[in-house]
């Protein structure tokens, strides 16, 4: 019995070195990335790059290379079309950002975006739903001595299309993240029910890799409590597993976001939103 799992295992590393040999490389083929969205009362943003091998390096320098600053964008509700204008952002890494001026968000619109670049058009289209407030949030710590706490929400669910809470510690933060497991469908809870969740800190990639759960006393919050259409949903979620599985050696990250780009990758959503200002106290 033994003689036979040492040539089991001599025949399949004989076949997987024959494999390995027949191998040959495919040349790599850069899509074009967009992350955009517009929300009620404001103008759309849409940030724009190729992507990259796995093998890229992953330095700023390279990074920047990857950056698209010279497309054609547009976005249009139907009735109007505005054309973006590339600016800078430093709150941004790459800070190169396209910014509506006189086109914003309203609550049941579809926008309609498009790109024009190197001889391709790549396009997306998505709504705005209904914003649905809350009824409170505040700060909770376990015991009056902790320096870390969580927040904690209260809503009542009214709306019929997909939730996400993202947050911004000021003075640290430049960004909007969504928070961990802040992604869920209004389907899964009962209607007109009040539900009340605990935040869990999302992931921070820039300015510097983080990954705590917990928000610190003393700190000034910004919570943008917002729904959005189910590919916003979609493209989250599968961007929150991917950060979850990177960090388990066991089942690495190894599949595309879910993306509503035609012609390319990533995301263009609307989002319903409200915004707090949270003291961790």
């Known amino acids: 019995m033994k003689r036979y799992f040492y040539i089991l295992g001599i025949t399949l590393l004989l076949v997987s070195c024959a494999e390995e040999n027949a191998v040959q490389f495919i040349e790599y083929t850069p899509k074009v990335a967009v992350e955009g969205w517009i929300e009620n009362g404001f103008p759309a943003v849409v940030l724009l790059s190729r992507t990259a091998p796995f093998d890229h390096p992953l330095d700023t320098t390279a990074l920047m290379k990857q950056i698209i600053t010279s497309a054609k964008v547009s976005v249009s509700d139907g009735e109007q079309t505005e054309i973006l204008t590339l600016g800078v952002n430093y709150d941004y890494m790459p800070p190169y950002i396209?910014?509506?001026?006189?086109?914003?968000?309203?609550?049941?619109?579809?926008?309609?975006?498009?790109?024009?670049?190197?001889?391709?058009v790549i396009s997306a289209e998505?709504?705005?739903?209904e914003p649905v407030p809350l009824d409170s949030c505040w700060?909770?710590?376990?015991?009056?001595?902790?320096?870390?706490?969580?927040?904690?929400?209260?809503?009542?669910?009214?709306?019929?299309?997909?939730?996400?809470?993202?947050?911004?510690?000021?003075?640290k933060e430049t960004v909007y993240t969504p928070c961990l497991y802040g992604n869920f469908s209004a389907a899964q809870l009962t209607v007109d029910a009040i539900v009340e969740i605990q935040i869990n800190k999302g992931p921070m990639l820039f300015p510097k890799i983080q990954f705590n759960t917990y928000f610190s006393a003393g700190e000034t919050v910004y919570l943008k409590f917002r729904t959005q259409p189910k590919a916003g949903y979609d493209f989250w979620t599968s961007w929150q597993n991917e950060i979850l599985n990177a960090q388990n050696p066991i089942f690495p990250a190894h599949t595309n976001l879910i993306s509503n780009i035609q012609g390319g990758t990533g995301l263009w959503c609307g989002y319903g939103t409200y915004t707090y200002q949270i003291e961790t106290q």
């Open 98 to 120: 396209y910014y509506g001026q006189t086109l914003r968000g309203e609550t049941g619109k579809t926008y309609t975006l498009k790109i024009e670049y190197n001889n391709q």
């Open 139 to 171: 700060f909770v710590k376990t015991s009056p001595s902790d320096t870390t706490g969580y927040i904690h929400v209260r809503w009542k669910n009214t709306s019929d299309a997909y939730y996400q809470i993202a947050t911004k510690v000021a003075q």
């Open 126 to 129: 998505t709504y705005i739903p």
